[in-house]
């Protein structure tokens, strides 16, 4: 069975193709189609987005460490971390925070979302789909097919389906799918169909460059010669679409996955975009670079040690992402290895030493680099984790999971600057004012696109699944 995360060569596309594969999803194909009336026209001046950038903080940020500090709760409460000024009156952050101190008059921030899922994988469905896994609470440790889809790949199967855009690169996830044990299943299509599946870039280890298997060319490999294995595909396509469409119920074909192949193979723009190096130094490092502990180094093996050194620069790569075009970017900031949010223990030296600083610095910088690019207005920004940290610090100094009460970041596109929608209580455990769910985030996030959250997808059995069961935070762009 294809994993949706794999990297995609022609050689494996032929294999897949000829195995039956390509193009399943869910043990099966999945035909999914937009409700009538999924489109939704905005109100006042509101224009529906270009583009969204997610910055997943994987792992779970403390609340009580970032954006809402209680500094009168009890010192078990409250931790160490001073509250400092912002550019928004009356509103304060952590001391930590100083550059994003600075932009919370471009930054809503809300304070109360919540859900009930206790562990990273069901969290993270959650969070990456608005829908909660099925069953209970659990991690996954074994592979698991994905339901519902991703943001992006659900408004790319929307733009497709409704406004009948063709884009280049509808969805794209760096630096790689995050996993606990496996890949967890919301990066993907789910039941919109693998065709709308991210184009997953990463690093390399070594360079410390960005790459992507279906946009290098072989060595070797001539113009002419890869018209020539085209031509020779083109002749396969044929013959095993004959054989797969009659088991591919209302599949995709293979001709659109081999010329999706060969347009990434072909494209300048997205090479050009990849090339990181071509920004300047001094924005280079506005951004950042990831500070590893050298006692942990290899901790997770070495590869893990240069993928967090570019922490800033996979949000580098976002903004130029959006910029070539693409619509929606989710970069996942840290694997489940070396120092990650998940600060059980330690968590105060964790977050002032090794998290807080290089999220500061590349969150900062593309807030006002979209800005001076002209990009802000058009490109909204999410910064979230899967849940938040308890309000009692534990035994070993540091914070455990709690999705009881957390906070979401909005920026950009159209975002009401300085606005708090929600409270949690004093300590930072429930929503005491407007509880927010994932549903509503995913509901926000589609509204904000132009669509009605409401939309329907079908799956092969013709049952009905909405997109999101929330509602949209109106209030976060509209007085």
Same mark, same amino acid.
């Given at each position: 069975m294809l994993n949706s995360f794999d990297t995609l060569s022609r050689r494996r596309l032929v294999q897949l193709g000829a195995g039956g594969y390509l193009g399943l999803n869910l043990g099966g194909v999945m035909r999914a189609e937009a409700a009538s009336g999924a489109s939704e026209p905005l109100p006042g001046s509101l224009q529906p987005l270009k583009s969204c950038i997610l910055?997943?903080?994987? $792992?779970? #940020?403390?609340?009580?460490?970032?954006?809402? +500090?209680? #500094?009168?709760?009890?010192?078990?409460?409250?931790?160490?971390?001073? #509250?400092?000024?912002t550019t928004v009156p009356g509103l304060h952050v952590c001391e930590h925070l100083p550059k994003m101190s600075q932009q919370m008059h471009r930054v809503a921030l809300v304070r109360s979302v919540t859900h009930q899922a206790r562990l990273h994988d069901s969290a993270s469905i959650h969070a990456l789909t608005g829908r909660p896994l099925e069953g209970p609470d659990r991690e996954l440790f074994a592979p698991q097919p994905q339901t519902y889809p991703s943001y992006g790949s659900a408004v790319a199967y929307l733009r497709q389906q409704l406004q009948q855009q063709q884009i280049e690169v509808p969805f794209a996830s760096l630096p790689f799918p995050f996993r606990n044990v496996h890949p967890v299943p919301? *990066?993907?299509?789910?039941?919109?169909?693998?065709?709308?599946d991210p184009l997953c870039v990463e690093v390399d280890p070594d360079k410390k460059q960005y790459q992507v298997e279906m946009l290098r060319r072989p060595e070797g490999l001539s113009a002419g010669r890869q018209l020539d294995r085209k031509t020779l595909l083109? &002749?396969?396509?044929?013959?095993?679409? *004959?054989? +797969?469409?009659?088991?591919?119920?209302? $599949?995709?074909? !293979?001709?659109?996955?081999? =010329?999706? %192949?060969?347009r990434l193979l072909d494209?300048?723009?997205?090479? *050009?975009? +990849?090339?990181?190096a071509q920004e300047p130094a001094a924005l280079r490092e506005r951004y950042g670079f990831g500070k590893v502990d050298p006692t942990t180094a290899n901790q997770g093996g070495a590869?893990?040690?240069?993928?967090? %050194?570019?922490?800033?620069?996979?949000v580098l790569l976002a903004r130029r992402l959006v910029e070539a075009g693409v619509p929606f970017v989710n970069v996942y900031d840290f694997q489940q290895q070396g120092q990650n949010w998940d600060a059980h223990a330690q968590g105060a030296n964790q977050h002032k030493n090794f !998290?807080?600083?290089?999220?500061?610095?590349?969150?900062?910088? !593309? !807030?006002?680099d979209l800005a001076e690019r002209g990009l802000l207005d058009t490109t909204l920004v999410v910064a979230m984790?899967?849940?938040?940290?308890? #309000? &009692?610090?534990?035994? &070993?100094?540091?914070?455990?999971?709690?999705? =009881?009460c957390y906070t979401v970041l909005f920026a950009g596109g $159209?975002?009401?600057?300085?606005?708090?929608?929600?409270a949690s209580d004093r300590l930072g455990a429930y929503p005491a004012t407007d509880p927010v769910t994932p549903g509503d985030l995913a509901a926000t996030i589609y509204w904000r696109f132009g669509f009605n959250p409401a939309s329907e997808v079908h799956d092969p059995l013709g049952r009905p699944h909405r997109l999101s069961d929330g509602e949209p935070i109106r209030s976060l762009f509209m007085s």
């Open positions: 910055v997943f903080y994987y $792992g779970g #940020p403390s609340h009580l460490d970032t954006y809402d +500090l209680k #500094p009168n709760a009890p010192s078990e409460v409250r931790g160490e971390f001073q #509250p400092i000024s919301c *990066q993907g299509a789910g039941l919109v169909g693998s065709r709308f083109a &002749t396969l396509d044929r013959t095993l679409e *004959q054989k +797969l469409e009659r088991r591919l119920a209302a $599949g995709d074909s !293979l001709r659109a996955f081999y =010329d999706k %192949a060969y494209s300048e723009r997205m090479r *050009q975009a +990849l090339d990181i590869e893990n040690g240069y993928a967090r %050194a570019m922490r800033g620069q996979n !998290l807080l600083p290089q999220a500061d610095a590349a969150l900062a910088a !593309l !807030l006002d984790g899967e849940f938040g940290r308890t #309000p &009692t610090i534990n035994a &070993t100094a540091g914070r455990d999971h709690w999705p =009881d $159209g975002v009401r600057g300085g606005h708090v929608h929600g």
